[in-house]
């Protein structure tokens, strides 16, 4: 498919602009991070990719260094016990998501496409197979996150990845980049320490 082509040219262009720009901010960041708790600034955590392979996501550090590892936030026990007090403006704003441009630049992700599952999450990888999602790069955002995020239970949210990839295209990339901005500004989906509160209902996506 040509857009793929022209998808990951655009990727690499936007994520390398997108360095430079942010690169300020990612200073700042830093700086608030290492004040604030002990520990590294970045959190690597083992993902799955294009094809189910495994890369290395990165992200701003939100968590202490004591909390349990490879596990999802929500599947925490009372996850707020965890998170830093930068690391709560970080994951309101998603600017802890930042260091994915780099993931982006280097073709481990790209800027839109199904969110990476955690290499262990079988029950989602299972479901995205259903749909074709898990042959494509995982993106920083997606059809998935603007309708509905953290909240979605994963099997709606495997089939949002899926209508994803049947309409795979710039307007449609486009529509969920914007989206993103607008759900960011106004928080919404972001649940912490749950998950599934969309009901297991049939959707209708516009």
Not at 127 to 133: F, I, L
Not at 155 to 173: Q, T
Request: net charge positive; with cysteine; glycine share 10%.
């Amino acid at each position: 498919m040509l857009y793929i082509k022209i998808k990951r040219i655009i990727d690499i262009i936007l994520s390398f602009i997108g360095l430079v720009v942010l690169l300020p901010v990612f200073c700042i960041l830093i700086i608030l991070i290492k004040v604030d708790s002990r520990g590294p600034v970045l959190f690597r955590q083992k993902r799955v990719g294009k094809g189910k392979t495994h890369f290395n996501i990165l992200k701003f550090r939100t968590m202490r260094i004591d909390t349990p590892s490879d596990k999802p936030t929500h599947l925490l026990e009372n996850p707020g016990q965890y998170i830093t007090k930068i690391g709560r403006f970080l994951r309101k704003t998603s600017l802890d998501e930042l260091p994915q441009i780099w993931n982006i630049f280097v073709g481990q992700m790209s800027i839109i496409g199904p969110r990476p599952a955690l290499w262990n999450q079988y029950d989602l990888i299972a479901e995205r197979d259903k749909y074709g999602a898990n042959d494509i790069l995982p993106g920083l955002t997606g059809w998935a996150q603007i309708n509905g995020r953290d909240e979605l239970p994963i099997e709606i949210k495997a089939r949002l990845d899926g209508e994803y990839v049947e309409r795979i295209s710039f307007g449609f990339d486009v529509k969920c980049f914007f989206g993103t901005i607008v759900n960011v500004l106004k928080r919404d989906g972001v649940v912490e320490g749950g998950t599934g509160s969309v009901e297991k209902k049939s959707m209708i996506i516009k």
